[in-house]
């Protein structure tokens, strides 16, 4: 059964920094997209980040872009995201997807919250 476990959420003063771990199993990870996505109480989930399955090609929103970093690890079956300058629009529940646009299978994670406050 295909998983995905999010972790490293939690509160942080804006300027600040978090880095969110998504861990996968009960799939070939390897082959999969991964994305970030964000979603805060009344408006639609946002696409943050994205990296291939190779690790070779990254791409941002604009709202991120020279503030977050996304990274993987095939060996670990993870994928990462280093936020850094962290500003209270960043708050949202944290979202690790896993996409293959060749089966079109998709998968999610449960979220993790992260609060940007003084």
């Known amino acids: 059964q295909a998983q995905l476990v999010e972790s490293g959420g939690g509160l942080v003063q804006p300027g600040g920094s978090l880095k969110l771990s998504c861990a996968a199993s009960g799939f070939a990870f390897r082959i999969f997209d991964m994305k970030w996505w964000r979603q805060t109480p009344g408006k639609e989930r946002e696409l943050v980040a994205t990296?291939?399955?190779?690790?070779?090609?990254?791409t941002y929103a604009d709202f991120v872009k020279d503030r977050f970093t996304i990274s993987r690890d095939n060996a670990k079956s993870s994928v990462y995201l280093q936020m850094s300058s962290l500003k209270p629009e960043d708050t949202a529940v944290y979202y690790c997807n896993a996409h293959d646009s060749w089966s079109r299978s998709t998968y999610w994670g449960q979220g993790t919250q992260v609060t940007v406050s003084a």
């Open positions: 990296i291939t399955s190779g690790g070779d090609t990254k």
